[in-house]
């Protein structure tokens, strides 16, 4: 992600993460520490911030923590670079990790290494929220170079992923498989289907979300 050259920047919390934190992981449900993978530039932390959670994040960009950490002071010492997929180093436990296509930019070994240093900081009983995973049926998974079977890379330019970088695309199975290498299990998944019914030959765009959880035994 280019923040640097000032793209990138989301700045308001995303709908879908939302509920499906006040449904599966409401802090008054014993939720209440929370780590963020790949937090950008930090539109999810006023929401968590409103709920009272004691909120950590990691980002890979050095540039995007040191802006987050002019914007929350209180949080400075919880903001963390990091490469998710080799390194987490928090010595805290957490009730909740949430997600939004962070870990999909990698290939299929490097997210099971991330879920399971995930796993590993989670507690038994902890949940994990993933937003906006990219699915099979996404037009995007037939488009540019394989780097493994759900992996690709160099999008075309009038592709809308076009400059993302590599992106990861499951499908049920897939998401299964990932979970139960790092020892977690579905807990619930919905599968969001985009398709742009007019003009004809429209987009079709394809998303998954769920919840996670790290059993209790």
């Given at each position: 992600?280019?923040?640097?050259?000032?793209?990138?920047?989301?700045?308001?919390?995303?709908?879908?993460?939302?509920?499906?934190t006040y449904?599966?992981?409401?802090?008054?449900?014993?939720?209440?520490?929370?780590?963020?993978?790949?937090?950008?530039?930090?539109?999810?932390?006023?929401?968590?911030?409103s709920?009272?959670?004691?909120?950590?994040?990691v980002?890979?960009?050095?540039?995007?923590?040191?802006?987050?950490?002019?914007?929350?002071?209180?949080?400075?010492?919880?903001?963390?670079?990091?490469?998710?997929?080799?390194?987490?180093?928090?010595?805290?436990?957490?009730?909740?990790?949430v997600?939004?296509?962070?870990?999909?930019?990698?290939?299929?070994?490097?997210?099971?290494?991330?879920?399971?240093?995930?796993?590993?900081?989670?507690?038994?009983?902890?949940?994990?929220?993933?937003?906006?995973?990219?699915?099979?049926?996404?037009?995007?998974a037939?488009?540019g170079?394989?780097?493994?079977?759900?992996?690709?890379?160099?999008?075309?330019?009038?592709?809308?992923?076009?400059?993302?970088?590599t992106i990861?695309?499951?499908?049920?199975?897939?998401?299964?498989?990932?979970?139960a290498a790092?020892?977690?299990?579905?807990?619930?998944?919905?599968?969001k289907?985009?398709r742009t019914?007019?003009?004809?030959?429209?987009?079709?765009?394809?998303?998954?979300?769920?919840?996670?959880?790290?059993?209790?035994?």
């Amino acid at each position: 992600m280019n923040y640097r050259a000032g793209r990138h920047y989301s700045t308001w919390p995303w709908s879908d993460l939302i509920s499906l934190t006040y449904q599966y992981a409401a802090p008054r449900d014993g939720y209440t520490r929370v780590l963020e993978l790949g937090c950008g530039a930090g539109a999810n932390i006023p929401f968590f911030q409103s709920l009272g959670t004691e909120y950590a994040a990691v980002d890979g960009s050095p540039a995007i923590i040191e802006m987050l950490k002019g914007r929350f002071p209180e949080l400075s010492e919880r903001l963390v670079v990091a490469d998710f997929t080799v390194n987490l180093p928090f010595e805290s436990v957490f009730d909740l990790v949430v997600d939004r296509s962070s870990l999909i930019s990698n290939t299929t070994d490097a997210m099971i290494r991330g879920l399971t240093l995930v796993a590993e900081l989670m507690r038994p009983g902890a949940r994990f929220i993933a937003v906006d995973w990219f699915s099979t049926q996404h037009e995007g998974a037939s488009l540019g170079a394989a780097v493994d079977a759900n992996t690709r890379v160099n999008f075309p330019v009038d592709s809308d992923l076009a400059g993302i970088g590599t992106i990861h695309f499951c499908d049920r199975p897939h998401i299964e498989m990932l979970l139960a290498a790092a020892g977690l299990k579905l807990v619930m998944l919905s599968h969001k289907i985009s398709r742009t019914e007019f003009p004809e030959g429209g987009q079709v765009r394809a998303w998954w979300n769920f919840v996670a959880e790290k059993p209790a035994n």
